[in-house]
């Protein structure tokens, strides 16, 4: 079990960066799949991105590929979400999410992940 717990959110303008980090003080947490959800108002959470334990696999979704990348440091028992040529679009709460799988994968489905952050407020404005 792992308490992932997320940072680096806040208003940036349109074309701007942010750097999102997601953290855990369980060692065990680089055992563990993380993906990045986001949900903006009326909307349902969606798929960002996505890292194996290994770091070997890695998915995003079609809407945030080259202006994304996530990365992560198992020394430091932390997973990042680069952001790039934020658009207005990606305003949204932004949640980092654990599940355990038993072979080097990451899903892309809210359904998959077992633990999540309380999430970080990214606004983007035009």
């Known amino acids: 079990q792992v308490q992932p717990v997320e940072s680096g959110g806040g208003l940036v303008q349109a074309g701007g960066s942010l750097r999102l980090s997601c953290a855990a003080s369980?060692?065990?947490?680089?055992?563990?799949?993380v993906g990045w959800f986001r949900q903006a108002p009326g909307k349902e959470r969606e798929f960002v991105a996505a890292?194996?334990?290994?770091?070997?696999?890695?998915r995003y979704a079609d809407s945030v590929k080259g202006r994304f990348t996530i990365s992560r440091d198992n020394a430091q028992n932390t997973v990042n979400l680069q952001m790039n040529s934020l658009e207005p679009e990606d305003t949204a709460v932004y949640y980092c999410?654990?599940?355990?799988?038993?072979?080097?994968?990451?899903?892309?489905?809210?359904?998959?992940?077992?633990?999540w952050g309380q999430g970080t407020q990214v606004t983007v404005s035009s």
């Open positions: 890292i194996s334990e290994s770091g070997g696999v890695i």
């Open positions: 369980e060692s065990t947490f680089s055992n563990y799949a």
């Open positions: 999410a654990a599940t355990f799988y038993y072979s080097d994968y990451a899903g892309d489905s809210i359904y998959e992940y077992d633990y």
